[in-house]
């Protein structure tokens, strides 16, 4: 059985595909599909993957071939010539059964309305995606970027409000081909679900005799206005024996620790939408700062 499948994946000499193609058409395994071929020739004739032998079950009938029985050696690129002359070309696949959900994780850094979305499919896949956007209107395809099964793309809505409170999920729409099948999913949520805060900027340490001073600024992609767009610090430091302490500070931009830590690092999220922390800063040497002071000296 294994052996069979396996000869007839191998009977499809489709080229694998690497964009999405313009046209393509979807049919039920086992079901007819009839192609069209858009052109005001009256007879043309048809390749499938640039093969001009066509199978015994296929007719050809002036602008249309119709495939009876559609099973994967059916599947490719049919296009439709005139003598040489080529006039249209049509992607030809099988629906796949419905799968368990796709696993797709989306993240936005902010709340201006752009996102990132990544997700796993088959090796040989190609993917787009589109967007319903909050004010309902729906957004162009957007071709994903992907190889070795793992694909992503990023998405605008521009109708999004960053002060409007959000009364309906944006839903994201993908669709992909394989050499032989395509696949549907949809995934809905809300911008404020995946918002994860870049990491704050620009962390400095300063030994001023026994005390240290440490100043920050929120990540440039967060929005202003700061009342309006709060975040909360965490701020961890590493004393000499190894123990990490972590301070939180809601708002501020500066603080001073009377402790010998060793090194210092600093994340943040929105308190109020309780979103995920940013990633962590790099860690910043205290020495490294202490020594920069001395040298300035
Ligand atoms: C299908 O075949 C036509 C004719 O060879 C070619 O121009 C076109 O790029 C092919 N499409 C895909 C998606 O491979
Ligand atoms: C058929 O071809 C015409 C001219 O190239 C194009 O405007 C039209 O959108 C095509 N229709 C389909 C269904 O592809
Ligand atoms: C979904 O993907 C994320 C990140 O790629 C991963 O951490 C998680 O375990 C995955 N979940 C499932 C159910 O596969
Ligand atoms: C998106 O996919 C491309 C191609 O696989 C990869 O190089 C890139 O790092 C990915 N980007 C993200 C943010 O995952
Ligand atoms: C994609 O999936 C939706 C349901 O999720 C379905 O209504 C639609 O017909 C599918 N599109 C195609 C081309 O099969
Ligand atoms: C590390 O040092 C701190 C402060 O000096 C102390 O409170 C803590 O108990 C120490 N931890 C360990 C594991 O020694």
Same mark, same amino acid.
């Not at 009938?61 to 049919?78: H, K, M, R, V």
């Not at 896949?125 to 967007?131: M, Q, Y």
């Not at 992907?146 to 669709?175: I, K, M, T, Y």
């Not at 918002?195 to 100043?215: H, S």
């Given at each position: ?6 000869? #007839? ?5 489709? =080229? ?13 395994? !086992? ?6 071929? !858009? *052109? ?6 048809? +390749? ?26 059916? *599947? ?13 070309a049509t992607y030809l696949v099988v629906s796949r059964p419905?799968?368990?959900r796709m696993n797709v994780s989306c993240q936005a850094e902010?709340? +201006? ?16 995606? +589109?967007? *319903?956007?909050? =004010? ?70 300063? +030994? ?5 001073? $440490? ?23 590493? $004393?000499? !024996? ?6 939180? #500070? ?24 309780? *979103? ?22």
């Amino acid at each position: 059985m294994l052996v069979l499948v396996g000869l #007839m994946l191998c009977l499809a000499p489709a =080229d694998a595909l690497t964009a999405f193609p313009p046209k393509f058409q979807v049919g039920k395994l !086992n079901g007819n599909v009839v192609l069209k071929c !858009n *052109t005001s020739e009256q007879q043309v004739t048809w +390749r499938q993957n640039g093969d001009t032998e066509l199978m015994a079950e296929f007719d050809a009938q002036g602008q249309t071939l119709t495939i009876s029985g559609l099973d994967l050696p059916a *599947t490719g690129n049919y296009s439709c010539w005139a003598g040489t002359v080529l006039l249209d070309a049509t992607y030809l696949v099988v629906s796949r059964p419905r799968e368990k959900r796709m696993n797709v994780s989306c993240q936005a850094e902010s709340y +201006r309305g752009s996102f990132h979305c990544s997700w796993t499919g088959p090796h040989s896949a190609v993917f787009r995606a +589109r967007l *319903t956007r909050s =004010d309902g209107s729906l957004g162009e395809w957007v071709p994903a970027t992907g190889h070795h099964g793992q694909f992503n793309a990023s998405f605008v809505d521009p109708s999004f409000c960053p002060f409007a409170e959000e009364l309906r999920p944006l839903e994201l729409h993908l669709e992909g081909l394989s050499d032989t099948s395509y696949l549907n999913f949809s995934i809905h949520f809300f911008i404020h679900d995946i918002v994860r805060p870049d990491p704050p900027q620009e962390l400095t340490v300063q +030994r001023r005799g026994e005390k240290l001073y $440490l100043a920050w600024a929120p990540p440039a992609s967060w929005p202003l206005p700061k009342s309006y767009f709060a975040l909360l610090y965490r701020l961890q430091y590493e $004393l000499p !024996n190894g123990t990490q302490v972590d301070k939180y #500070m809601e708002g501020a931009e500066e603080t001073q620790l009377q402790e010998r830590a060793q090194r210092v690092r600093i994340s943040c999220q929105d308190p109020y939408i309780n *979103t995920a922390w940013s990633p962590w800063s790099a860690w910043q040497d205290v020495d490294a700062a202490q020594q920069h002071q001395l040298r300035g000296r």
